[in-house]
Each structure stands twice: as structure tokens, then as C-alpha cells.
């Protein structure tokens, strides 16, 4: 019988002929392989379930739409039975987020098929994935609509806010991994068929709903996730009209708007959780660049009139990350030692700008947290899906 460590030799000298070019996807292989092929295994023994498997008295939608309550409200002490108040930065524990924990669970479902398929090349993950795909995108059953209608509700004010549309970031990693695994024999044509259908019919619904234009012109980190994610489902769906959009938002809107000189999100950076909340903006920021930068068109590169560039971004933030200590502002009212984690915009921009330390940062750092907000806040869990491999 061939050991595990002779396997893993195998397959590393297979990918390391195959993309000898790319030192970052080989890196980033090397550090995660072990966890990719345990995470997988897991993956493999889930079974599917939906946002039709909970429900909430107070949603406003029906069982296949998505629901969630706006984190940061709260009972009025002073009117219990009356509109929520809001209390920046404080989790409410008692909000109803279960729809939000089964779209993270399947987003890491999936993300792990992924991941597995693309360092071993076997069917069964394919396989597993559409059983998972079929229940979320076809199944009339139980499939999800199209549409975040009633994501971050307030009870007393709300049914649904555009503010809810940042939860769909958690759908980019289920699109990147079908990406990864289109070209199996076990991807079956008519689940794929459905499942960009599905994701156009979002698109549609994100770019023209009002909930997804007041998302799109939201000054801080929801207008970058509006971006963010439009990017990532538009490169998906092969939607050029949209992917050029979002490319000239990222250099029209987001930089020019957010990114101040000394390469800060000073929107971010007044909250009462600026650490956690500038990491989650630069991630998001670097994501975009990630997924839409061409040779032709590189956003890593590219540099406002005034000199301001995602460069500058990652070099304010990364020594925060390196050593916390260093952080001048106050701790964060919540989750303030959960963080940081093996953020995305270290392996990003180490693979943009070379820079070892941004790399042996992210090496020594948490990959795969437990923690839910942290997840719900860490828009990339599966690097190797977004790693260039040409």
C-alpha cells in the first residue's frame, strides 16, 4: 500500500511540474495541502440543507427566501415591544441568523470540494458538489431565491435592507469552485446550466433592485463587497459588460472615495471595530484586484492622480497583522482578540508584489478559523481557488 506521504510527494511534483511558473500557487499549496485533503473528506460525508430547512416567524418572505436581522440592533429598554435600536459594533445574539450560517456552511462545503478537486483531480468531490448544488439551485424543494429581499431586517423598521446584500459574499466561493471543477465529467450540464442561470438571475436583480443600488453607493466596505462580489459572480456568468463595470468602479469610485494617503480606509478606521473592520475592507479591496486584473489591466498596479494605490493599502496594514501591538487605535468593542487571521490580502499581495514578509505572515497565521464571525467576515476561506495558475 502506498503511504500518505509518498501520495502527497506525488502529487506535489505533479503541480510543481505542471505550474513551475507560478511560485505563489506552489506556496500557498504547500501550506495548506494537509488541511485541504482532511477538509475535503469532511465535505465529503455533509449532507445538504438549505435556507428551507429554518424559519423565522418575523421574516417577511416566504421559505426560499433568505432572511437575516441586522447584527448591531437591539430591544429598546425603554419600548421592549417597539422598533430596535441600534448599538454599533454589538452583536445581537439573539437575531435570527440561521439562513446566514447555512449559506456559510455550504460556502465552506463547497470551497472544500474545490479546493480537494483541484489538488487531486478526483471525480467524487465533483460529485458530492452537485448533490449539494442541485439542493440550493434546482431543487424546487428547496432551493434558494435569487434575490436578498429580507437579509438584515430590523424589527419595527425593516423587512429587508440593501445593507443585507454583504451576506452573498459568502456565494463566492460556492461560484469559484464550480469554476474549479467545471471541467470534471461529473459536472453534470444540466445542474451547471441551472446554477449560472441562478447566479445571472442575481445579477440581475443585485445591479437594478433599489436594495442593490443603495448597497452599490454605500461609502464604506459594503459598497467595495457590492463590487466584490458582482465581480466574482459577472467572471463566472462570462458577463463582460458587468466585469468592465466593476473594473472601472474599483478605479472610479472605490479607491478615489475610500483609500486615503497613507494607504488607510479612514471609513473604516472610525467604527467601533477599525481593526477588524479595515482588515475586511483591505481583503475585500485586494479580492477585487485578485479576480479582475489582467496583464493588460492591472489593478494591483494601477495608481490614482494623487499617487494612491492598493500598494499603499496593504503596506499601511500589514505590519497591524504582523504584530498587533503596533495597532495606535483603541481595541475594537468586540471580537477584538479573534483577529487577525491568515488574511486574504497577505497571499494576494505577496503574489502581486513579491514581498516575502506579506507571505511569511499568512504562513504563521490561523487558515481556517472557527470562530462565526470571523468566518462571516473573511470573504476568501479557500485560497487556491484564487490563485493564478498560468
Known sequence: MIKKGLIICLLTSIFTTSFAGDSTYLKCLATLKDSILSRGE?????????????????????????????????????????????????????????????????????????????????????????????????????????????????????????????DMIQMMEVAKSVEAMEPSKQMDAHILAKVKQWFTDYLTWV?????????????????????????????????????????????????????????????????????????????AMTTICQELSTPEDNLWEYSLPDGRNMKQAVSFMAPFVADKTKWSLKPDVMYWNEWPVAQPFLIFGYQAYHDNQLLQTWTTLNHYPNVEEVIRNLPVGNPLLWMSRE
Open 42 to 166: 469532511w465535505a465529503l460525508k455533509q449532507s445538504p440543507f438549505t435556507v428551507t430547512s429554518f424559519h423565522c416567524t418575523r421574516s417577511a418572505g416566504g421559505k426560499h427566501d433568505f432572511y437575516s436581522e441586522g447584527d448591531y440592533w437591539w430591544p429598546d429598554p425603554n419600548n421592549p415591544d417597539g422598533p430596535y435600536i441600534q448599538r454599533d459594533g454589538m452583536t445581537n445574539p439573539n437575531n435570527f441568523v440561521e439562513d446566514r450560517k447555512a449559506l456559510i456552511r455550504f460556502s465552506q462545503i463547497m470551497g472544500a470540494l474545490g479546493s480537494a478537486y483541484l489538488l487531486t483531480h478526483k471525480d467524487m468531490y465533483v460529485k458530492q458538489a452537485v448533490t449539494h448544488l442541485k439542493a440550493w439551485f434546482v431543487d424546487t424543494a428547496t432551493l434558494m431565491n435569487p434575490s436578498l429581499l429580507y437579509a438584515q431586517a430590523i424589527k419595527g423598521k425593516a423587512t429587508g435592507r440593501g445593507t443585507g446584500i454583504i
Open 207 to 283: 445591479t437594478t433592485h433599489s436594495y442593490g443600488i443603495d448597497e452599490r453607493d454605500a461609502k464604506n466596505n459594503h459598497g467595495t463587497c457590492w463590487v466584490m462580489q458582482v465581480a466574482v459572480f459577472a467572471k463566472f456568468t462570462n458577463n463582460l459588460p458587468l466585469i468592465g463595470y466593476c473594473k472601472n468602479r474599483f478605479k472610479t469610485v472605490l479607491l478615489p472615495n475610500q483609500l486615503e494617503k497613507d494607504g488607510s480606509f479612514p471609513l473604516e478606521m472610525k467604527r467601533t471595530k477599525p481593526y477588524g473592520y479595515s482588515l475586511f475592507n483591505l481583503d
